[in-house]
């Protein structure tokens, strides 16, 4: 339990970092005259991604999850191997990257990386990695549920939202 509650905050300050890079990139996004979109849903990402992470310690500890290697181990490697994806998107995107949806006028849409060979990788990355964080202790209930939430989130509003975006930028190219 103590290595897993050290993954999971360890997952949590990487999130920090990561808002902290956002708030610089948007900062540098709207002096640019960036626009923002979905202003609306985001706290509500936030709000599913944080409570995620409890739900991780509360229910290994609450429920008395296990662990069990023939799953753990598969699933922290999956996690892992999330995190490299996931800077491959920031590293990708620069100072286009974003938690929130800003679209700079004149940028245009990146294309390299792994945006060559999906639209949305970043997005894989979440789905991944909301599924296999909680089971490397067996917290399937977390599991379920944040994947559940996070894809009423993710193809209900942020998904059309981002490509809504996009299209401005498509369109002024």
Known sequence: MIWFSILILATGAERIVEVVLSARHAAWAFE????????RHYP???VLHTGMLL???AEVFFADRPFLPWLGWPML?????????RYWCIGTLGRQWNARVIVVPGLGRVTGGP????????YVVVIAEGIALP????AWVTALTFTVLNAILLFGFRIPTEERA????????
């Open 77 to 85: 490697v999956i996690a892992i191997a999330c995190q490299g994806l």
């Open 55 to 57: 739900a991780c310690l």
């Open 115 to 122: 945006y060559r060979f999906l639209t949305h990788p970043n």
């Open 166 to 173: 996009l299209k401005t930028l498509d369109a002024a190219a």
């Open 44 to 46: 509500f990402m936030v």
């Open 135 to 138: 089971l490397v202790h067996t």
């Open 32 to 39: 640019r005259g960036g626009r923002e979109f979905g202003q």
